[in-house]
């Protein structure tokens, strides 16, 4: 699952939404740190390897910002094909949301 994904759906907010600032992403490295963006929203993961039913995942804590104010949470992702990622993302205290992403190219880059 170490990439960059491009997200392309989440329950929560729309694809113009998603994409406000730059495309939406999440990234995750193999060393178990990884970020993400989408919306106004910025943050960095402190993941690790898990399976859910038999397929590879990851579980995350994560922290960063939302236009300037700091926000944390958690989520998870599991990887449903070669081509695609589904997960949920929460705030603490606040929103969560489904997300489905796949790989990023780049033609999904800024003015790409």
Do not use: C, K, N, Y
């Not at 990884?34 to 859910?52: H, K, T």
């Amino acid at each position: 699952m170490t990439d960059r994904w491009r997200i392309v759906e989440m329950s929560g907010w729309d694809r113009d939404a998603i994409d406000l600032v730059e495309p939406g992403f999440i990234e995750f490295s193999a060393d178990g740190t990884g970020q993400f963006g989408f919306i106004a929203v910025r943050g960095w993961l402190d993941s690790r390897p898990v399976e859910r039913d038999d397929r590879p995942a990851v579980e995350f804590t994560w922290e960063g910002v939302d236009e300037g104010d700091q926000v944390s949470g958690r989520g998870w992702a599991v990887l449903v094909d070669d081509e695609t990622i589904e997960g949920h993302l929460f705030f603490h205290l606040g929103d969560d949301s489904t997300f489905r992403a796949e790989p990023f190219t780049p033609a999904d880059s800024v003015g790409g």
